[in-house]
């Protein structure tokens, strides 16, 4: 919603979305899969409108089961958001995981991730097209790139709509670990599965640093793990606490949202991810960071104690020396 506040987005928008090939999303989906009613896959459609209802989206989205034996699930479209899950998906989960990966996509909707979504699928599209162009593609590739770290912050909000909707932790971690692993559950750990991601976020030095960036980059969705310890950490936080108490914002809240408050929250976000990281880079950047405050520090106490007299009135200074001037113990 702040996104859409900014001078000049809706131009630039109306002026992109002509471009897009929705119409013939949807007329393909339309043709070639199976779209969920009361009549077909009626136990998804049972779920679609429990999210809704869940998190107050008024226009239920259509909903379409494709034939891809890929597990995977997206929430595209500009103006009415299109939710498609395909059959490897459908047939990999059970109805708890289920619910949560329907609340993750319907989380999509209501976010306007869609179409978000959908510009990157067509960016992602045109950059092939126009490689042979010379630095044609480098532009692309730049935008391609910065929606891509987009979206895969969206994803972990998504995640948390999800877990909103079906309520149980547990249920969607193992969703997420089935999507790594396949369908042998009997042979996987949630606990386990946990334990990677903690080894994956603090395992490793300066080289896998960047080899996890490199690894990531292409990428659409954060990997399996990681978010499963992000959804661990969240439904343990007290935000997720006072959500499920009835405490968040309403609809009727969305004309006051701002865009510098949305930019400082993100801010605050990657501060306190920086702060908290176990990643060697992280650690390099924290001890950076720390340095420059700690020299600032110095300057000013210096300056400090040049302006009162000359002198610096450090505490403790001569508490390491006796009587007759000679270092203590």
């Not at 914002?249 to 990281?277: C, I, L, M, Q």
């Amino acid at each position: 919603m702040a996104l859409r506040k900014l001078s000049g987005f809706d131009t630039a928008f109306k002026a992109l979305s002509g471009l897009l090939p929705e119409r013939s999303l949807r007329l393909l989906y339309l043709s070639d899969s199976v779209r969920v009613s009361e009549q077909q896959f009626p136990h998804l459609h049972t779920m679609l409108l429990d999210a809704c209802y869940v998190l107050d989206l008024k226009k239920v989205p259509t909903m379409y089961v494709t034939q891809n034996p890929l597990p995977n699930a997206m929430c595209i479209g500009l103006d009415e958001p299109l939710i498609v899950l395909t059959t490897g998906l459908v047939e990999l989960l059970d109805e708890e995981e289920m619910r949560a990966v329907v609340g993750h996509e319907v989380g999509h909707a209501l976010s306007g991730h869609a179409v978000y979504r959908t510009i990157l699928l067509f960016l992602t599209n045109l950059a092939v097209k126009v490689a042979w162009i010379p630095l044609g593609n480098v532009a692309v590739l730049a935008l391609v790139t910065a929606l891509r770290e987009w979206f895969r912050k969206s994803e972990l909000s998504a995640d948390r709509a999800g877990l909103l909707v079906g309520q149980d932790p547990r249920a969607s971690m193992r969703g997420l670990m089935k999507m790594a692993g396949g369908n042998h559950l009997h042979e996987m750990n949630v606990d386990a599965f946990l334990a990677q991601a903690e080894e994956y976020e603090r395992g490793g030095d300066l080289r896998d640093s960047v080899l996890k960036i490199m690894n990531v980059l292409p990428r659409t969705h954060p990997f399996a793990a990681v978010r499963a310890a992000e959804l661990k950490k969240w439904s343990e936080s007290r935000d997720y606490q006072r959500i499920m108490d009835g405490h968040y914002p309403r609809r009727a809240e969305d004309k006051d949202t701002s865009v510098s408050d949305s930019f400082r929250e993100s801010a605050n976000h990657y501060a306190d991810t920086v702060r908290s990281g176990k990643d060697p880079l992280m650690g390099l950047v924290r001890d950076i960071a720390g340095g420059v405050g700690d020299l600032g520090g110095k300057l000013r106490d210096s300056f400090n104690g040049r302006q009162a007299g000359g002198r610096t009135d450090e505490p403790g200074k001569d508490a390491g020396k006796g009587p007759d001037d000679t270092p203590r113990a």
